[in-house]
């Protein structure tokens, strides 16, 4: 076991540095933001001066990118079951696999805080009815 840290990843956007440092210590990893020496004074200048680090322990950099790259890959997964999400099985009416997600129309994948910010603009939904399940198994999208 090394205690030697390391800048996992630089945010430019201080609400994404902070959401996933929650996911990781949500899991378990311990990690912190340290942000560049002048944002610290002026935080609203984060995005001019070269945004927020998320410093991690360079141990648990393999699990970390293991566990965001599932994040990233939750919807288009088959195989074991990401343990952190989908309360209930959807099946696609045209294939009948469970590889469907419920959101805003649209081929592309989701990333996890892509899914965390909807669901806090949600209480103000700005694309309401637009809304479908999308299987990630035949393309097939339905209500
Ligand atoms: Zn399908």
Request: net charge negative; glycine share 6%; with cysteine.
């Amino acid at each position: 076991m090394n205690d030697r840290t390391v800048v996992y990843k630089t945010f430019y956007n201080p609400i994404e540095g902070n959401i996933v440092k929650a996911r990781l210590e949500d899991s378990g990893f311990s990690c912190f933001l340290a942000d560049e020496n002048v944002s610290t004074i002026y935080p609203l200048y984060n995005q001019a001066i070269g945004g927020i680090k998320l410093i991690v322990f360079e141990d648990d950099v393999d699990q970390i990118n293991q566990l965001l790259a599932e994040d990233n890959s939750t919807l288009v997964h088959d195989g074991e079951e990401p343990q952190h999400q989908q309360e209930e099985k959807i099946l696609c009416e045209v294939c009948g696999s469970d590889n469907v997600g419920y959101g805003m129309a649209t081929k592309k994948k989701f990333s996890w805080w892509v899914i965390l910010i909807s669901f806090f603009v949600a209480v103000y939904p700005p694309f309401k009815g637009n809304k479908c399940y999308h299987c990630y198994n035949c393309g097939h999208e339905f209500k």
